[in-house]
Nanobody, 134 residues
């Protein structure tokens, strides 16, 4: 069974940094695309960063140059490095894994492209809160 557990959230001042972690289990890393999403109270979840099984990445325009997604497959852990935090980054952050959506085949192997659409992800963590204020 696929499981994802986030950690690393907290309260930071504007301009600070955080590294969110997502411990994953129950699947092989190249079978699912992975991603980070955030959700403001009363709003839909929005994608901020994703890695495809071809190791390509995609970022929301609002976070490019400040957010970096990475994964350590030997540790089954997904990361989101957040620099230059702004008050508008305050949200609940979720990691997710999924197989729906855009893909391509090369030879006999199926590759899943990164995605920022929540509809392309079936498995979700419980979330970790990030609060940015002075």
């Amino acid at each position: 069974q696929v499981q994802l557990v986030e950690s690393g959230g907290g309260s930071v001042q504007p301009g600070g940094s955080l590294r969110l972690s997502c411990a994953t289990s129950g699947y092989t890393y190249n079978d699912y695309r992975v991603g980070w999403f955030r959700q403001y109270p009363g709003k839909e979840r929005e994608g901020v960063a994703s890695i495809g099984t071809d190791d390509s990445t995609d970022y929301a325009d609002s976070v490019k140059d400040r957010f970096t997604i990475s994964q350590d497959n030997s540790k089954n852990t997904l990361y989101l490095q957040i620099n230059g935090l702004k008050p508008e980054d305050t949200a609940m952050y979720y990691c997710a894994a999924g197989r729906r959506g855009k893909h391509f085949t090369y030879g006999e192997r199926l590759y899943l492209l990164p995605s920022l659409s929540p509809d392309d992800f079936q498995f979700w963590g419980q979330g970790t809160q990030v609060t940015v204020s002075s």
